[in-house]
Every structure is written in structure tokens, then in C-alpha cells.
């Protein structure tokens, strides 16, 4: 159990023990227990956890020490379907990226993810480009930002992570094709802002 993940999570949220509880409808002493590592985290906890800090559920989960970073990904719904994904590269790849990374102000909480889809291919946002995202600034986007967001769809219990244009209230995409137009209204419960993206580049 990453308690200390946990914790600066509830600060960045802002929510405390008690309110994760209540989603459960249990109390904070539940809560205690299962940052304490007395008590396993269940799915359920984990899905009431996710909600409160305003987390994925597989990083939830893998943070918890439920399951590896593998098996938390298998979790990760709609990945395959994702615009951006966060870079996952191989060592020399990966000290590569992060050396360029760095030079465009890579720091904890901004970081490094990858384009998969044509969603912003107008703007110049190309499948395998590169960019920083930076989550701290989620609560701050403006209009016309760039931004990673996840939608969720709690009847199939599956998310997918789009990358789009903010026009507040709504996420635009600048794509020729006509399955990326569909228009999503940020409502912070089925769209969420995860964070907005301050550089990219292409290798």
C-alpha cells in the first residue's frame, strides 16, 4: 500500500478520509484501515476511492498493491480506443524522450504522453507525437487549451481518454473524420479534465 500516493492524492483533491468513506456509506475508520494496510482493498473500494480523488481506477488499484502496473492496465478501459496514452517506452527510447521531455519542463505532475489517434490532426497533432501534460493545471484550463480529459460511461463501467480542444463547456476535436466530432460537455462526473498539455513534439 502507497499510502504517501494516497495521501498527496486526498490533498490535491481535496477530500478527506471521511468523504471517501461516505461514497461507501461506511466509515472513516474503514477508510484507516485500508491505508494502514489492515484491510485489503476491494473493487468496490477502489472504484469509491477513484471517485473521491478523482483518479483512474487502474492507478487506484496499483497504488493499493492489488495488482502490478501489468494487471492494473488490463483494468484501464477503452486504452486501445484512447487518443493520448501515457508514454510507456523502452529504456533507450525512454531516456531519450525524457532528455527532450526535460527541456520543454518536464517536472513531477507533468508528464510525458503520447498521441494515438488523429483526433487533433488538423491542428497539427499527430499519431506517435509526443507532449507534456500537466495535471496540476486540470482546475485551470481557459478556452482553446489542448487538453487530456476521460470519458466515462458508468452503464458499461468503461472510460476511454480523449485529446481535444476546450471551448468551454465542451471539447471540440479537429479531425477529418466524422467519428471524432461528437461534441462532449465537461460536466466533471462522465467528462473530466484530467489536464492540459503545455508542449509537444515529434521524433
Do not use: C
Not at 496499483?62 to 484512447?82: I, K
Not at 460511461?153 to 471539447?171: I, M, Q
Request: charged share 25%; proline share 5%.
Amino acid at each position: 500500500m502507497d499510502d504517501k500516493w494516497f495521501r498527496k492524492r486526498q490533498k490535491i483533491a481535496g477530500v478527506t478520509a471521511e468523504d471517501i468513506a461516505q461514497i461507501m456509506g461506511r466509515s472513516r475508520s474503514n477508510v484507516s484501515h485500508i491505508l494502514n494496510g489492515h484491510q485489503r482493498m476491494s473493487l468496490e473500494w477502489a472504484k469509491a476511492f477513484a471517485q473521491a480523488l478523482d483518479a483512474p481506477l487502474d492507478e487506484v488499484l496499483q497504488h493499493a498493491g492489488v495488482m502490478d502496473e501489468q494487471q492494473a492496465q488490463t483494468l484501464r478501459p477503452g486504452f486501445s480506443e484512447s487518443d493520448v496514452a501515457p508514454w510507456k517506452g523502452k529504456d533507450a527510447e525512454d531516456r531519450a524522450v525524457h532528455t527532450v521531455a526535460q527541456a520543454h519542463g518536464e517536472r513531477p505532475g507533468v508528464d510525458v504522453w503520447q498521441v494515438k489517434s488523429p483526433a487533433l490532426s488538423l491542428m497539427g497533432y499527430m499519431p506517435g507525437d509526443m507532449m507534456l501534460v500537466d495535471t496540476h493545471a486540470a482546475e485551470r484550463v481557459r478556452q482553446g487549451d489542448i487538453v487530456v480529459a476521460q470519458v466515462y460511461d458508468n452503464t458499461k463501467g468503461t472510460a476511454f481518454t480523449l485529446l481535444r480542444r476546450y471551448e468551454p463547456p465542451v471539447l471540440v476535436a479537429a479531425s477529418p473524420d466524422p467519428d471524432d466530432r461528437r461534441v462532449h460537455v465537461v460536466d466533471g462526473v462522465n467528462v473530466v479534465i484530467r489536464g492540459r498539455v503545455t508542449a509537444s513534439w515529434r521524433n
